[in-house]
């Protein structure tokens, strides 16, 4: 089994570093300026001495990235950032949002997107984010799964992120019913009905969603709790350990970039 060469532990950023006196500072004497960026940096240490949450910080953010490293791989932190965007706007409508199917849910809608200060941006925002992170979830994984990213030691990396595509949907085909409009209801009826279609899975899957034989009262609540609080709540959980082991493995090399002859990627002679 190939052994992964140990890295050198990154360097300390300059912004932690307390920087030398200049000339003239010696007596003590700082500007606001530079009193303000003391602070900071006091601030910092007095946490860090209790937690040494630097270490972990530095691990996660200050890592060597491959040769020939390139735009799409950005298209991981766009996604996560879609993901954010989705959480803060999503706990704006929360506030507002009512899962009543009899009306309320409609009304509740009516009135963040016509009366509320910045109704309509917000829920616009979480309306057409929800398509942006679809997409975005998609081009990584063609990414990695072009640049091979899928292969030894990432396939753990792999799943999981096979999993967030798949929670990442159950958080669009969820939130597309909570507005409780004709178009809601009815494209929420033949997704439930396709669902039903899956072998063995299919019929028991499709009687959760709906909270029993037919479409009711308890499936509007049901599909706003798997939105809100056990969705979200397994991708933040996954994002944690995929995001762990991108820093734990790095990323993969462009395939085109050639490794080097280094000495420390020759396998040993027995
Ligand atoms: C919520 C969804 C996801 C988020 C927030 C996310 C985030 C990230 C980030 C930030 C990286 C590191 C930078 C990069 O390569 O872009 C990464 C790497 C990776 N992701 Fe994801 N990801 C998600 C979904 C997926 C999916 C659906 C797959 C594949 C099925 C996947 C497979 C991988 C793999 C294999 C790597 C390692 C890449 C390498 O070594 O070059 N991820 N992910």
Do not use: C
């Amino acid at each position: 089994m190939p052994r992964l060469p140990k890295l050198p532990a990154p360097p300390l950023p300059a912004a932690l570093k307390a920087p030398p006196a200049r000339p003239g500072e010696e007596d003590g004497r700082l500007g606001p300026i530079e009193d303000a960026k003391q602070a900071g940096i006091t601030i910092v240490d007095w946490v860090d001495e209790r937690t040494s949450l630097s270490g972990v910080g530095r691990w996660l953010l200050f890592r060597k990235v491959p040769k020939g490293t390139n735009w799409f791989y950005t298209l991981g932190s766009a996604t996560l950032f879609a993901f954010l965007s989705q959480a803060v706007t999503g706990v704006f409508l929360a506030m507002y949002y009512r899962p009543d199917p009899a009306g309320g849910a409609y009304e509740s809608i009516r009135h963040v997107t016509n009366e509320v200060f910045l109704g309509q941006f917000v829920r616009g925002m979480h309306k057409w984010g929800s398509s942006v992170m679809v997409v975005l979830v998609f081009l990584h994984m063609g990414r990695t799964f072009l640049f091979g990213a899928y292969k030894y030691p990432r396939e753990l990396n792999w799943v999981i992120g096979v999993v967030l595509l798949v929670l990442t949907l159950v958080m669009a085909f969820t939130g597309y019913l909570l507005p409780f409009d004709q178009r809601a209801y009815w494209a929420t009826i033949v997704g439930v009905n396709i669902n039903g279609t899956g072998p063995l899975l299919g019929p028991y899957l499709s009687d959760f969603l709906r909270g029993g034989g037919e479409f009711g009262a308890t499936t509007l609540s049901r599909f706003y709790s798997i939105h809100m609080l056990l969705v979200p709540g397994l991708i933040i959980a996954l994002i944690g350990a995929h995001l762990y082991l991108v820093t734990k493995l790095g990323t993969t090399a462009p395939p085109w970039e050639k490794a080097e002859n280094s000495a420390d990627l020759r396998e040993a002679k027995a």
